[in-house]
Structure formats: C-alpha cells, structure tokens
C-alpha cells in the first residue's frame, strides 16, 4: 500500500529536496551530514512524515539557510495543527493556476506587510500571547513567498477604495503596507485594481472571496467569515464569478487603481 501523502508538509519537502539538489547532495550524502537514514529523509522530501525538530538543527546547519527552513517548518507545522478548512484551503491555494481576490475591508492576507498584519491580529485576537501574535505574522509575510515558489499562481485582487484610504495602525505603518501593493502590482505579482468609494454596485458588499481556478479541475470559492473560511463549488461559484465579473467591471483600470493608492499614501506623509 502507498504511503499516504501529508498535505501540511508537502511545500517543506519540496523545499528540502531543493536545497538537497541545490548543494549536489544525493539522498545518501544527506543521510550521512545529518545522521538521519537515507528512508528517513526520502519521507520527509516526498511528504509522507512530518520531520523531528531535531533534523532541523542538522538540516539547518547543513544547508546555511539562516532559519529560513526553520520558518517553513514551523509554517507546516501549524498548518498540520489547524483545522480541516485551513488545511483544504491551503491545499488548494498550492493547486490553483490563478487566484483572484475580492476585499472590501482590509488589504489580502498574503499582501499584508509584518506591521499590517500584526495590527489587524493584535486586534482580532485580543486572548493571544505577543508569542503567538509573532508566529502568526511571521507565517502570513512568508505566504506569497511560499505560493510563489510553489506553483505561482496568476494573481488578480480588486480592493475597495476604503481599504487604501483608511487607517491601520499608525500613517508609517499604512504608508508601507501602500508602498508594499504598489510594488507588487509593478513587478507583476498581482494585478491590483481599485473600485471607487462611488461605485453604484454593492453585490461585493456581503464580504471578501476569493475565486481558485486550476488546469484540471473546476473553480472553487473560498468565503471568509469572522472564525476562519469555508471553501464552496457549485451554485456559490456560478453566483460569486458573475459577482466578480462585475466588480471588474466596475473597477478603475490598472494605471488609474496605481493612482489612486499613490494618491492614497501622499495623504498620509
């Protein structure tokens, strides 16, 4: 019987296998740098168990990847410890061929800068230790990373005006989070477009979604909600891309949305 793949840890094992390949290590070698045997670390590559944090010391040390892989192992990690939705979205986000975004309220998880993001947890996670306020931003600044590397997906994210023009945290904490979408939107990691505050169509205003399309399977929809998100097919799909095909429309083109977010972080100097 096949062993059965570990979803969490699949961008791990990849990731080791790349910098197995990257120092011109056989599985062999390997095993022998780290005193971890050849079946061992072949499991950890392709996924099927999640490694001891003791074979980070040793993988760490032979790789010189200055905590890098310790973060992605911890990223695995939580993600093995989340709930079930967590890790179906997950999954599927490291599927898609393209993602695109609606957010009426707050700039996309994966677009959020460290100070960004640890605004918007500190205040919906009151209950929580600096500690994990720390682990949770650390995680969501590597994502697109992650995503990137993984099977970089074509990006489109449509923001309601309001998210560029309204204040988290302090104006040097939203100048950077704006400086941060306008450069990701010029080097072409995602197409950013604004939808003016005067736009006489609210079918986004029930809250923000994202669309997942793939090469091989049908679209799927991930709804968020206050404890987490679900992801949908189906009529919800049908309903949300008509919805999205009008936020589109709507939309001001991309020269003018890099104005408006320009225009946007003028006002906070």
Not at 101 to 112: K, R, S, T
Not at 122 to 148: H, Y
Not at 232 to 260: F, I, K, N
């Amino acid at each position: 019987m096949p062993e059965k793949t570990l979803s969490a840890w699949v961008t791990f094992g990849k990731e080791l296998r790349r910098l197995r390949d990257r120092r011109g290590l056989t599985l062999d070698q390997a095993a022998e740098a780290t005193g971890y045997g050849v079946s061992t670390i072949s499991k950890y590559e392709n996924a099927y168990r999640a490694p001891k944090r003791d074979f980070l010391n040793e993988a760490e040390a032979l790789f010189s990847t200055n905590g890098d892989l310790l973060r992605r192992w911890a990223e695995a990690k939580r993600a093995e410890e989340d709930p079930d939705w967590h890790r179906k979205i997950v999954t599927a986000e490291e599927q898609a061929s393209g993602i695109q975004i609606w957010n009426p309220a707050l700039v996309p998880g994966m677009f959020q800068t460290p100070d960004y993001a640890r605004q918007i947890f500190r205040d919906g996670r009151p209950l929580d230790t600096s500690e994990e306020i720390d682990r949770l931003v650390e995680l969501r600044a590597s994502r697109l990373d992650a995503l990137r590397e993984m099977n970089n997906p074509r990006l489109v994210a449509i923001l309601a005006e309001a998210v560029v023009r309204a204040r988290v945290g302090s104006p040097a904490v939203m100048k950077e989070q704006l400086e941060h979408l306008l450069a990701l939107d010029s080097a072409g990691v995602v197409r950013i477009l604004i939808l003016p505050a005067d736009t006489p169509y609210y079918g986004g205003a029930a809250g923000p979604f994202r669309l997942l399309s793939f090469k091989e399977r049908e679209t799927l929809v991930e709804v968020e909600h206050a404890s987490g998100g679900e992801l949908l097919g189906g009529d919800t799909v049908t309903r949300l891309l008509a919805v999205y095909g009008e936020l589109q429309t709507w939309a001001l083109p991309p020269v003018a949305s890099h104005d408006v977010i320009s225009r946007a972080m003028g006002g906070l100097e």
